[in-house]
């Protein structure tokens, strides 16, 4: 009798212990599913800094800007805007550590009072105090976007987007630059074309 009490005692243990390891790789993959979801958009390439300068030169930032930069990296786009300018920036990105080197970026540069970064999803993100949009995204992620740039964003808003345009949506102004053009687009009033 003593050794059927053991075998079912030892076949409940390796049952038991199954059905938790079974919960644990499920809820591995269920948190493997939710970073995927959170995936980046566009892969990350730090901006060259004279290429930062000339965006925010050709967007024409003042002091009385707010500057957001959708996937912002390490910060650097926002941070110049502040730096340079004097302008309020918002970074929105979706990698948290880069979002966590860009507050201190933004420290160590002094103007942490001026910005501020966001971990999020741009498609997501509240982006209508913006007056100037930095993007350095794929075509494809542009031409998404373009509804929400167009919806969310009131007219005259600069919108500079580094090497890729945004389909039928023509640009004001545009400028070669190392490894790339950037192009000028305004946010046209509900009457002009392109709305």
């Known amino acids: 009798m003593r050794r059927i009490d053991l075998g079912i005692t030892l076949v409940a243990a390796v049952i038991g212990a199954a059905a938790i390891g079974a919960v644990v790789i499920g809820a591995a993959m269920i948190g493997a599913g939710a970073l995927r979801a959170q995936k980046a958009d566009a892969p990350y390439i730090p901006t060259p800094p004279e290429t930062v300068s000339a965006m925010l030169k050709l967007a024409h930032v003042t002091a009385s800007d707010v500057v957001y930069d959708l996937g912002s990296g390490d910060g650097r786009i926002v941070i110049a805007a502040a730096k340079e300018y004097g302008a309020h920036g918002v970074g929105i990105e979706i990698d948290e550590s880069l979002v966590a080197l860009a507050k201190a970026n933004a420290e ?43 919806r969310d964003l009131k007219p005259g808003t600069r919108v500079i987007s580094h090497t890729f345009q945004m389909g039928d949506w023509k640009p004001v102004d545009k400028v070669n630059v190392v490894g790339g053009i950037l192009y000028l687009l305004k946010v046209p009033t509900p009457a002009e074309p392109g709305r």
Do not use: C, M, W, Y
């Open 108 to 150: 160590k540069a002094g103007v942490e009072k001026l910005v501020r970064f966001e971990h999020g999803d741009l498609f997501n993100a509240d982006i209508h105090d913006a007056t100037v949009v930095t993007l350095f995204l794929l075509s494809d992620v542009n031409l998404r976007l373009k509804p929400k740039l167009l």
